[in-house]
């Protein structure tokens, strides 16, 4: 949720703002390993700016005659990033001067640690980062943003010092295929000029395996499928340019029957049913079959089904196999979901986040009681060091308050779903090293709590604006479903008024092409420039979700609806937008109309009362009644 920009932060505020100690020093510039690092050449190369967003100003500056200029729209934090060869295991640190953009200006390394201080709103402010490389890391991406909607931000004297690396490699040869089979396909290529340290493959964009070798194999492919590869080398310098591109099918191809059908998924259920679709099958297509296990549940021509006297609150795991005169195609990936009217917290995600860490937490029975609230998000599952989950990085997995928390919900004939990451802290998805990593963490939390739901909510840029973060969540998820039949898998992401930003749309799009299975899409509309009026803004916003959604999928409107959530913020936000009692009370009533899938807000904590006190971490900032907000959500109906 956006409060731990300030709020959250105020917890370890000494921390942050001695991590950005204002310095009057000129900044060391003896071994500093980025170029055009005041931007005295009058242009932005080599940095790189999202939205094309930078620009080279001379006035204000630091010093010299030239500055950098990030204009953060409400959709585009103007992140400008460079990527230099650094050393394994080395110290460095990393250093700029900013100002603007109301204080919020970001100094970090991707996959890392960022930095900030309010002070920057008016005066020149040196950030100053110290961080390590890992074991085996060869490059660092470094960076400085402002954020969304708060105005244009300027840096200068940009520093990393530390001891530099190598030159990029040359282009590798074009992929030449070898042996094929039905599930692998054999390339090798010519070697790179300069110096390489390994080679990537890529399917499209997607990275299918990294070798230091001149051939690879590509397995776990399915028989008769289509595939088109390049490569590229890499050190610590960065990556080279791709290779031409090497088009290969797979063995097992039957004369006449058609290929196997695709992207197989759950798209919606009731308490009777279960609703699939996929993707139409190559060759000449009579029509599908829907199997469970080895059973024929639906027969139909087109490409989605709805199997239906099933019992509430159910399980149950199908696939997909197309077929013709000739036979029948291989079966399709599986996919799980459940039918609704599950009792114990109910089916329906109307779960308010509550926090153990601040906010004077209050008795979640006496909420419970007071509102008829059934369902809670419990906030935040960090890492505890590494691939180890600990709420909040400091309160033990089990037989703490959090534990007691949820023991008091589920006694009370509730329950909950576990939040992991949020916007700041120690996450496990930047710490774990893969995907199955990252599953086997999430897997001890379901596990300790017996979850039906889990939330990952992705912000800030050690995993939302980090795309192999992103992935490495994605996939971890996909994990989670298969050994988890019937889990609810939510992500959690910012918005702009308009909808996704393309950080989310990213997340969403790289779901589909993954086939991630995610249950619920919530996006969180605040601090995203609401103006006044925050229901319309909610209401705009979670449009252009639902939008995004189909698009990706395939989905008619009521299906995105099925797979859209809403996560606001009550009263006060960290931009002052004020969601009242009045807007609420109609977002939740456009999301019972439309049927979404989870209505949530941040925070508990915050549902009290307190007229005019503003951004507060125990109540609302605004005249309310305690737990208004609460007795709202227990009127969302999905």
Known sequence: MGIRKRITALVGATALVAAAVMLTSAPAQAANLLANPGFETGSVSPWSCTGNLGSVVSTPVHTGTKALAGAASASDNAKCTQTVAVQPSTAYTLTAWVRGGGGYVYLGVTGGSSTWNPSAASNWVQLSLPFTSAAGQTSAQVYVNGWYGTGTYYADDISLDGPGGTGVPGTPGTPSVGTITNTSIALSWGASSGTVTGYRVYEGTTLKTTVTGTSA??????????????????????????????????????????????????????????????????????????????TVRATVTGTSATITGIASCTSKTYTVAAYNGTGESAKSAAATGSTTGCTGGGGVMGAPYYYNGWGSPPNITTVMNATGIKQFTMAFMLSGGGCVPMWDSSR?????????????????????????????????????????????????????????????????????????????????????????????????????????????????????????????????????????????????????????????????????????????????????????????????????????????????????????????ESCSGIAQADWAFTSITAGFTG
Not at 269 to 290: L, M, P
Not at 399 to 406: L, M, N, S
Not at 494 to 509: E, V
Not at 550 to 567: E, N
């Open 396 to 616: 033990p997995l089990t037989g703490g308050v959090d534990q007691a928390t949820i023991n008091a919900v589920r006694a009370a004939g509730g329950d909950v779903e576990i939040s992991f990451g949020g916007w700041q802290g120690n996450k496990l998805g930047p710490n774990c090293s893969s995907a199955a990593a990252l599953a086997a963490a999430y897997q001890q939390v379901i596990s300790a709590y017996n979850l039906k739901y889990i939330d990952i909510d992705i912000e800030n840029t050690d995993e939302f604006e980090n795309e192999a973060v992103q992935d490495r969540i994605l996939g971890a998820l996909k994990i989670v479903k298969q050994n988890n039949p019937g889990i609810k898998t939510i992500v959690t992401f910012g918005t702009t008024t308009s909808g996704p930003s393309y950080y989310g749309t990213r997340l969403i799009n790289q779901a589909a092409a993954l086939g991630a299975n995610i249950d619920v899409f919530t996006i969180m509309p605040f601090d995203f420039s609401g103006g006044t009026d925050m229901y319309a803004s909610t209401v705009s916003a979670a449009t252009g979700l639902k939008n995004a959604i189909k698009t990706a999928f395939g989905y008619t409107d009521a299906q995105a609806y099925a797979h859209l959530g809403i996560s606001g913020m009550n009263g006060y936000s960290d931009q002052s937008e004020i969601t009242t009692l009045a807007h609420w009370t109609s977002i939740r009533n456009w999301a019972n109309t439309n049927h979404i899938a989870r209505l949530a807000f941040w925070s508990v904590n915050r549902d009290r009362g307190c007229a005019g006190g503003g951004l507060q």
């Open 217 to 294: 194999t590509i397995t776990g492919l399915t028989a008769c499928t289509a595939h088109t590869y390049t490569v590229a080398a890499y050190n610590g310098s960065g990556e080279s340019p791709k290779s031409g591109g090497a088009t290969a099918t797979t063995t097992g191809c039957t004369a006449g029957v058609p290929g196997t059908p695709g992207n197989f998924q759950v798209t919606g259920s009731t308490t009777s049913s279960i609703s699939v679709s996929w993707s139409a099958s190559s060759g000449t297509v009579t029509g599908y079959r829907v199997y469970e296990g080895t």
